[in-house]
């Protein structure tokens, strides 16, 4: 009975931590940019400038912009950044 009951416990907590072990790619949507967490978007912009050009932090408040209030919603990411980058 104890031993279920750890592997429960066991098998719950690798379900939470895995759940949160997703990244964004610039393949995804704005939905998806909109999803994701603070440090996900600042990980990609700094994928994205690298390629691209330009000043990360720039890149992700343009992104915020962009997708604010499900705007662009079915974007790609990468379209929008490019974008974003030639309004720069």
């Known amino acids: ?43 990609l912009a700094n994928i994205l400038t690298r390629q691209q050009g330009g000043d990360p932090q720039a890149l992700v408040a343009c992104l915020d912009q962009m997708f604010a209030g499900g705007a662009n919603a079915n974007m790609t990411i990468q379209d929008a950044a490019k974008e974003c980058r030639a309004k720069q």
Request: proline share 2%; net charge positive; no cysteine.
């Open 1 to 43: 009975m104890r031993m279920r009951m750890m592997i429960g416990v066991l098998t719950l907590g690798m379900a939470l931590m895995a759940g949160r072990a997703w990244a964004i790619v610039g393949a995804d949507t704005g939905a998806q940019w909109v999803a994701a967490t603070p440090q996900q978007r600042i990980a």
